[in-house]
């Protein structure tokens, strides 16, 4: 839905207070298709496929964006390209498998056949369509889609920022992530639903990692001397020290699920320091995870207004020894992906969070680190408030006038 009327002034003014947040953000249904509109199609670039998840010719996989289903896929030429899940004849959705690989892809309804580089190559009863028809008319709607280090972005805007301008100071730390070369080897992916909005999973702050997080506090989070960042563009950087060789109290069966075994992640080194952990948002919500030996790129998208999915696709290094890409995909699933020990506890606060958004007082707050004049683009590692410039930058792309008092 596109260009939907939206009286934005029905609704109560953001609050003057620059660490407060309005309840009615998360549960208004009208923000949410101004959200489709003015960040999910807006001039940015959305994460959707690293190349070690499309490595051969006619590799594919599907994911949305906003309510937008794209099809992306390596051409017979070699080049991975995007494009919308949909025939251009009638609209019927193409692949509907998460991943698979495909030749020519036929459309089930009037059996309309497109090539991998989506061009369309046969349609049944074309000598009676109307005398102008030309197939290439019809090809596949194509998205801009670029390349970082093997990470595929795609956006729905028509003008988008020059690829690294918009990652900014983002782009190093995600070379970093991805091994510099970007040569991966996807070694699985889990799916998961959070019940809530899509922006309390991403508000997800670095205060609560070792107050709700047994595991953290097994890894000293709270102990490390590490660095937030938010950049002018949205982007969030998380960059922590974890001890390498943690004691898990007895809580753990097997402790080794939270053992280091020095992978190549990026680390956010200290002297005596060995292991580190970085979390690189994107603008607005897909995130890539590096925590001790885990590498996960977290591709997340709102399923509805009180719904968000998330995509989490492990990876090993391509030089990784056998055990250690094993030790990865079994540290990442274990700890952080849907059922893993930490992300249950996120995924229980988020559900409660939604739960109680129609309550007093109407606002929520950011209050670790926050003074008045503070810098909130960088900050120590354990404070919330830096979220609160996360905020700032939604309220201008969503145009929320702030209240004055
Ligand atoms: S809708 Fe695809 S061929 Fe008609
Ligand atoms: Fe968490």
Not at 78 to 106: P, W, Y
Not at 165 to 173: F, R, T
Not at 316 to 322: E, G, K, L, P, V
């Amino acid at each position: 839905m596109k260009n939907r009327d939206i009286d934005l002034a029905a609704l109560p003014r953001w609050p003057a207070a620059f660490n407060q947040v309005p309840k009615w953000v998360f549960e208004d249904a009208d923000v949410f298709e101004l959200e489709l509109d003015r960040v999910f199609r807006g001039p940015l670039w959305h994460p959707v496929a690293h190349d070690a998840e499309l490595p051969n010719v006619g590799d594919y996989k599907t994911i949305k964006i906003g309510r937008t289903p794209l099809l992306v896929i390596r051409g017979d030429d070699g080049q991975v390209r995007a494009f919308h899940n949909a025939c251009t004849h009638r609209s019927t959705k193409l692949a509907m498998a998460f991943r698979g690989h495909s030749g020519d892809i036929e459309c089930p309804y009037h059996r309309w056949v497109f090539d991998t580089r989506g061009q369309l190559r046969a349609c049944p009863g074309e000598a009676e369509f109307p005398p102008d028809f030309k197939r290439a008319d019809y090809n596949l709607a194509q998205l801009r889609c670029e390349s970082f280090t093997g990470l595929w972005l795609v956006s729905l805007n028509a003008n988008p920022p020059p690829l690294l301008e918009w990652m900014g100071d983002l782009a190093q730390p995600v070379r970093d992530a991805l091994g510099t070369d970007g040569r991966l080897t996807l070694l699985g992916y889990q799916k998961v639903r959070y019940q809530s909005n899509w922006k309390v999973y991403i508000d997800n702050d670095a205060f609560h990692a070792p107050l709700l997080h047994a595991a953290f506090r097994m890894l000293r989070w709270q102990g490390g001397s590490g660095s937030q960042r938010r950049l002018p563009q949205g982007h969030m950087m998380i960059l922590s020290e974890l001890d390498a060789q943690p004691t898990d109290g007895g809580l753990l069966r097997d402790p080794s699920v939270i053992g280091y075994l020095g992978g190549d992640a990026p680390r956010n080194k200290s002297p005596g320091q060995a292991a580190g952990s970085s979390l690189l948002a994107f603008w607005p919500l897909t995130a890539i995870a590096n925590h001790l030996d885990i590498f996960n790129i977290r591709y997340a998208n709102p399923v509805g207004l009180d719904e968000v999915e998330v995509h989490y696709a492990y990876f090993a290094h391509a030089d990784d020894a056998a055990d250690l890409a094993r030790h990865r995909l079994r540290q990442s699933s274990n700890m952080i992906g849907p059922s893993g020990f930490v992300s249950l506890e996120d995924a229980t606060v988020f559900l409660r969070i939604q739960q109680a958004l129609e309550t007093e007082p109407g606002t929520t707050f950011f209050l670790k680190g926050w003074h008045e004049g503070a810098d909130l683009a960088r900050t120590k590692q354990n404070d919330e408030a830096p979220n609160a410039l996360w905020w700032e930058h939604y309220r201008q792309v969503m145009s929320f006038e702030r209240a004055t008092s």
